[in-house]
């Protein structure tokens, strides 16, 4: 049985910076994708950020040049290194993984909340 647990959520000032991990406990499969997605009260899931198997990375636009994705497929981590928030980053934060087979796993969430 295969579960994800996110931490590191939390509130922080706009500007400020915050550091969300993803680990995948009982993985025992070779990994398409890794990556975040974003959920903001009334507002669609959005992707946020995502790692490939071949290491090919993309950003919401939105995030680019603030949000970095990292992730160790040895260990199954993944992390997003959030930086400059901004208040419209509230929201909460989800870790998906797509094996090559099967169906995408994700964990429970974690609320990043931006206010001053």
């Known amino acids: 049985q295969v579960q994800l647990v996110e931490s590191g959520g939390g509130l922080v000032q706009p500007g400020g910076s915050l550091t969300l991990s993803c680990s995948a406990s009982?993985?025992?499969?070779?990994?398409?994708?890794m990556g975040w997605y974003r959920q903001a009260p009334g507002k669609q899931r959005e992707l946020v950020a995502v790692?490939?198997?071949?290491?090919?990375?993309n950003y919401l636009d939105s995030v680019q040049g603030r949000f970095s994705i990292s992730s160790d497929t040895a260990k199954m981590v993944v992390n997003l290194q959030m930086n400059m928030v901004k208040p419209e980053d509230t929201a909460v934060y989800f870790c998906?993984?797509?094996?090559?087979?099967?169906?995408?796993?994700w964990g429970q969430g974690t609320q990043v909340t931006v206010s001053a």
């Open positions: 998906s993984i797509q094996p090559r087979h099967g169906l995408d796993i």
């Open positions: 009982g993985w025992r499969f070779n990994v398409n994708k």
């Open positions: 790692i490939t198997r071949e290491g090919k990375i």
